[in-house]
């Protein structure tokens, strides 16, 4: 049951809590980690009486969820979670590799030497779990340099969009299961990347960050 998976992952409501923002981690965690499938209804009643709180944060939730992509609803008919199609794969691998490039570029332009040796040490774990063929962890480590990287750019607006997108990104991608290109192909680009970032050169390690997920290809040395 929905309901009763959000109780349990909710636990007892803090003082002062800000309900809404409190159902939306729920939720959208339970959807990105598929404890929630696509296709799979939920209803702002069920889910308000399951937690003891009112409908209103829960339909606030479900309305920032809708915006992000994560619950589509149709008026009088239903509200669910929408379902992972190979065309929405394709566009997320192509916005994280343009997104997540950007992210690169702008951080290399503004971290100290401290931390892109913190960024090195993310990719070299991102190269293992590659070479490893670690899919879940090489996503865990892909989010984890992506979003070190996006507080790093130093760009306060250009962050809040890439973690608004993060949810999104991460539940597409997981439900996709596959490793973007071969263990070969990824190593190439990410130890290209890692020796472009260690120049400095952060047009170049843009540029191979771009081309792992099949974007700015042209940019490059075949």
């Given at each position: 049951?929905?309901?009763?998976?959000?109780?349990?992952?909710?636990?007892?409501?803090?003082?002062?809590?800000?309900?809404?923002?409190?159902v939306?981690?729920?939720?959208?965690?339970?959807?990105?980690?598929?404890?929630?499938?696509?296709?799979?209804?939920?209803?702002?009643?069920?889910?308000?009486?399951?937690?003891?709180?009112?409908?209103?944060?829960?339909?606030?939730?479900?309305?920032?969820?809708?915006?992000?992509?994560?619950?589509?609803?149709?008026?009088?008919?239903?509200?669910?979670?929408?379902?992972?199609?190979?065309?929405?794969?394709?566009?997320?691998?192509?916005?994280?590799?343009?997104?997540?490039?950007?992210?690169?570029?702008?951080?290399?332009?503004?971290?100290?030497?401290?931390?892109?040796?913190?960024?090195?040490?993310?990719?070299?774990?991102?190269?293992?779990?590659?070479?490893?063929g670690?899919?879940?962890?090489?996503?865990?480590?892909?989010?984890?340099?992506?979003?070190?990287?996006?507080?790093?750019?130093?760009?306060?607006?250009?962050?809040?969009?890439?973690?608004?997108?993060?949810?999104?990104?991460?539940?597409?991608?997981?439900?996709?299961?596959?490793?973007?290109?071969?263990?070969?192909?990824?190593?190439?680009?990410?130890?290209?990347?890692?020796?472009?970032?260690?120049?400095?050169?952060?047009?170049?390690?843009?540029?191979?960050?771009?081309?792992?997920?099949?974007?700015?290809?042209?940019s490059?040395?075949?």
């Amino acid at each position: 049951m929905v309901e009763s998976s959000l109780q349990e992952s909710l636990g007892p409501l803090a003082a002062g809590a800000v309900l809404s923002d409190r159902v939306f981690e729920t939720v959208s965690d339970a959807i990105v980690t598929g404890r929630i499938a696509g296709g799979q209804q939920v209803s702002d009643k069920s889910i308000a009486e399951a937690l003891g709180i009112s409908r209103t944060p829960v339909r606030e939730a479900l309305q920032r969820l809708t915006w992000l992509g994560l619950v589509e609803v149709a008026p009088n008919r239903y509200t669910r979670v929408t379902e992972v199609t190979e065309e929405m794969i394709a566009s997320t691998i192509e916005y994280t590799g343009m997104q997540a490039g950007m992210a690169l570029q702008l951080a290399m332009r503004r971290m100290d030497d401290g931390a892109l040796q913190e960024a090195v040490a993310m990719l070299d774990r991102m190269i293992a779990a590659s070479d490893a063929g670690d899919a879940d962890d090489l996503m865990l480590a892909s989010r984890m340099f992506v979003g070190f990287l996006t507080r790093e750019s130093g760009n306060r607006l250009f962050a809040t969009v890439m973690h608004e997108a993060s949810l999104l990104v991460a539940r597409n991608l997981r439900q996709a299961g596959t490793l973007i290109g071969t263990a070969e192909f990824r190593g190439e680009c990410y130890r290209h990347m890692r020796a472009a970032m260690l120049a400095g050169d952060a047009d170049g390690a843009e540029l191979w960050f771009r081309r792992q997920h099949g974007v700015g290809v042209d940019s490059l040395p075949v």
